[in-house]
């Protein structure tokens, strides 16, 4: 699992929350940018590891956003658009775009191109590790540490710890947690999630940590 950062800069609200829905899917953590007049000051707040750019974008133009981010960052930028013409492609190339995808783009392709340029752009960053209030959760070997002392997780509760993780501060609804960790919640006990839970409790207290993962009532778990 890979925690790498990508914004969305797309104007079609439905597009933009399939792309996000899709990257978050597939264990990127994904930001949108809604004011589109202060879109350049978002990317230099959020820091993404990689950028989705749209041409026609309300105000300025994905074109002259991608020449201005050129001047203060190298951060890939994958233009997905659905203006498709070779002189739309040479123009992203000559602005300092990375790949061009057009619309209605395939996305097992664009999922490949973006693994590629950030294997490409980061090829030495260390992901495996995601630390949070004195924890840090090992991705490579499923683990938690605390204090010197570690614990091994299965698949699920590495699942369960890294989609809070990825979301902490925040209030992660039951049915968001199953969605992420089985493909059809249909067949799924719901309290399947709550023995997962409790069993990392169990783990944690084991190495001295309580109270790490809170239950809202009715609303789901935050750390």
């Not at 597009?15 to 990317?43: H, P, Q």
């Not at 190339?93 to 950030?118: C, E, F, Q, R, V």
């Not at 030495?124 to 949070?132: A, K, P, Q, W």
């Not at 809070?164 to 199953?178: F, V």
Request: glycine share 6%; aromatic share 8%; charged share 25%.
């Amino acid at each position: 699992m890979a925690v790498y950062k990508i914004m969305i800069i797309e104007d079609d609200p439905l597009i933009r929350s399939e792309l996000k829905n899709m990257l978050c899917g597939s264990g990127y953590d994904a930001v949108t940018v809604s004011d589109f007049g202060r879109t350049v000051e978002e990317i230099k707040k959020e820091a993404p590891q990689l950028i989705l750019l749209d041409v026609k974008l309300p105000g300025e133009n994905g074109f002259s956003l991608c020449s201005r981010i050129r001047t203060f960052s190298n951060v890939p930028i994958v233009f997905v658009t659905s203006c498709n013409t070779d002189m739309d492609e040479l123009n992203s190339i000559m602005l300092g775009g990375d790949a061009y995808i057009t619309k209605p783009y395939n996305t097992a392709i664009l999922l490949a191109k973006i693994a590629s340029l950030l294997k490409r752009a980061y090829p030495t960053e260390g992901r495996e590790v995601i630390s949070y209030r004195g924890t840090l959760l090992h991705l490579e070997n499923g683990s938690l540490e605390f204090d010197g002392q570690q614990v091994d997780l299965t698949k699920n509760e590495l699942k369960i710890l890294y989609y809070l993780y990825k979301n902490a501060g925040r209030i992660c609804s039951r049915s968001d947690l199953i969605d992420f960790l089985w493909d059809n919640r249909l067949y799924v006990d719901d309290n399947a999630l709550s023995v997962n839970v409790n069993r990392i409790r169990e783990k944690m207290a084991g190495i001295g940590l309580t109270d790490f993962i809170k239950t809202k009532h009715r609303q789901g778990y935050m750390i």
